[in-house]
């Protein structure tokens, strides 16, 4: 008789991890009442994107999946970049980065965000946008009723926006580079793939 092969337990648990104390953990806290399939749990921890990698690495075995969420920022010439994706492929930590800013994915609500941007550049769009739609403030990155009311009914537009920068920069990468070369992701400013964690999610209301 054939010996029962032993199934891996299925587990809901879904961990987000990020260095966004305000932004980050509040998009995501307001995205999860979407309706995911998982038991979607956000942690914050003050740590560059190395750390996230090991904070995350504790929670592997209880939990579906486990994404750390980050900024590119000033962490590749601090040379936390490059080793957290490694870390992070290698361990099976899932990862989504924005390129400079959390901001990009927010400006990607709206349009398709390509053009090279500092963090001045980011908050004069999204200025714009929440003007446009009626808001009387600026935009402030504290501000969790901003993202509930103007950022969160359009995560749909957002995930498209970002996926077809994304898929663009790989398409550019891979004719200087070739399909086999990893991507420079610190080059690519106004990328965002978090997108790729939203699509995990597996949202099912509007």
Known sequence: MARKKLERPVRDLFYIITNGKETECNYFNLLKAKKSPYDVKILFDNADPVGLVETARKHLDESNQVWIVFDVDNTYEEGSFSKAVTLAERYGVK???????????????????????????????????????????????????????????????ACTNAKIVYQKRIKNHNELYGENSKPRYWEWNSCTTVFKLVEALKLTVE
Not at 95 to 102: C, D
């Open 95 to 157: 990862y989504a980065f924005s390129n400079l800013a959390f901001e990009v994915w927010l400006i990607s609500h709206f349009e398709k965000c390509e053009k090279e941007l500092n963090t001045n550049g980011h908050k004069k769009i999204l200025d714009e946008y929440l003007k446009s739609c009626g808001c009387t403030q600026e935009y402030s990155k504290s501000d969790e009723k901003q993202l509930a009311k103007y950022f969160i009914p359009h995560y749909r537009d």
